[in-house]
């Protein structure tokens, strides 16, 4: 870059129940209660974040028709707290996700440009589609929508929100609330690139992020938008010490503790597609090969189905890897399932967002901690100083809206 450095931009997720949280830390606190939710989003907007984003969860997490020791209590809903955010905050975007599977199209363009009116444009929507059977049995609908119809639906319903607010009198602040799509499938990559403002990745290690960002990036062309119109924001987690070794003794410590028991034996059975249950976790892998085709133990769980049609090959470079290491289920799954984007002293993770955003891998990083609600501190103390004296982080904001945070046009894509 010709001497001009590219801006970086941050957001933070409340991370809720998954299994980045380390519940048994001791500065862990509530998940559900509001003040656990005020004090995130108050250092985010502190360290001058463009927006705190929520995620959704219309259904508790079942998995073999139980619930497993993830969720202990679901997910607030994002709207209501956000709505509540607002008043407690002044600057910082205020991101829900909502699923265009199962919201209609008037419900959303309404709560959304709601919010926008009470932040003052500060709204954004993290638009996903739902391929969670679990949760399409909590709708009239019941199921969930064939994959090949999943985005079909995601336009007909963003198109339909997106004619509802330019059409209002008096309309929010920003007219269109930023959207986000959460996908990394191709269909999901093209329809980011037709009509949203960000897209919201998985891809956060450099090599993996150059080549999701070209990607992306080339398809924009062809619906009369430029590179600049859509923002590549991968989620990532990290782990802060004083020196990098301290840093990454922490961090096999944090990753043991996100991968109890239980979990290991679940994140196992998405892979086997079978009741692993009377297996030991700190044993060694099964000895029976998985059952291949659609998952029958999550049904349509993203990461099960991601297995289908390999999961032999999968399970038998998993047991070569096992073999080779000594590692038991439990070892296996914390290597496999459970891995930090950014480990290192200030200066290394600094030195590293840095890296991805000059480098035309993201133009920034959704960060989630792995404690809650206080886990975002140290980044915001030690990291975003670092990030301003180089000059690829803001020291104020310069604007009033989410969008204008970003960087966006406003209105929506032609």
């Given at each position: ?64 028709g ?16 956000l ?97 986000l ?13 037709a ?14 992020g ?53 979990t ?26 998985p ?14 189905r991601?297995?289908t ?23 296996l ?82």
């Amino acid at each position: 870059m010709s001497g001009v450095r590219r801006q970086i931009h941050l957001a933070a997720h409340f991370p809720g129940v998954n299994n980045t949280t380390v519940w048994s830390d001791p500065a862990s606190g509530s998940h559900i209660e509001f003040d656990s939710f005020v004090r995130l989003a108050q250092t985010a907007e502190r360290a001058k974040f463009d927006f705190f984003f929520l995620a959704e969860g219309l259904s508790m997490r079942e998995h073999a028709g139980r619930l497993h020791d993830l969720d202990v209590a679901g997910r607030p809903e994002s709207l209501t707290l956000l709505a509540a955010l607002a008043a407690v905050t002044e600057r910082i975007g205020l991101m829900a996700t909502l699923t265009t599977t199962y919201h209609e199209a008037y419900e959303t363009a309404l709560q959304l440009a709601t919010l926008d009116h009470l932040s003052d444009g500060r709204a954004g929507w993290n638009l996903v589609t739902s391929s969670d059977a679990l949760t399409g049995g909590n709708f009239r609908r019941g199921a969930y929508l064939p994959y090949a119809d999943r985005y079909a639906r995601g336009g007909d319903v963003l198109g339909a929100a997106d004619a509802m607010w330019s059409s209002w009198q008096p309309h929010s602040p920003q007219t269109r609330p930023v959207i986000l799509q959460a996908g990394d499938s191709d269909a999901g990559r093209e329809f980011a690139a037709a009509h949203a403002d960000g897209i919201f990745t998985r891809h956060g290690e450099l090599a993996a992020g150059q080549a999701f960002f070209a990607d992306v990036k080339g398809r924009l062309a062809r619906y009369g938008r430029e590179p600049d119109d859509l923002l590549v924001l991968p989620g990532a987690t990290f782990v802060l010490a004083d020196s990098d070794a301290e840093a990454q003794e922490l961090a096999a410590i944090v990753r043991r503790q996100q991968v109890s028991g239980p979990t290991a034996i679940v994140f196992l059975e998405q892979l086997w597609n079978r009741d692993l249950s009377a297996y030991d976790p700190d044993g060694p892998l099964p000895d029976v090969d998985p059952i291949e085709g659609e998952s029958t133990i999550a049904p349509g769980s993203i990461q099960a189905r991601s297995f289908t049609g390999r999961r032999r090959q999968v399970a038998d470079a998993w047991r070569e890897r096992a073999a080779a290491d000594g590692l038991s289920i439990r070892d296996l799954m914390v290597e496999m399932a459970s891995r930090q984007s950014f480990v290192g002293s200030p200066q290394t993770v600094a030195d590293a967002i840095d890296a991805h955003v000059q480098g035309d891998a993201c133009e920034g990083f959704i960060l989630i901690p792995h404690v809650t609600p206080g886990g975002l501190d140290a980044f915001a103390d030690r990291v975003v100083p670092l990030l301003q004296e180089r000059g690829s982080f803001r020291r104020d904001y310069a604007g009033t809206t989410l969008r204008e945070h970003l960087g966006l046009r406003t209105g929506a894509p032609a």
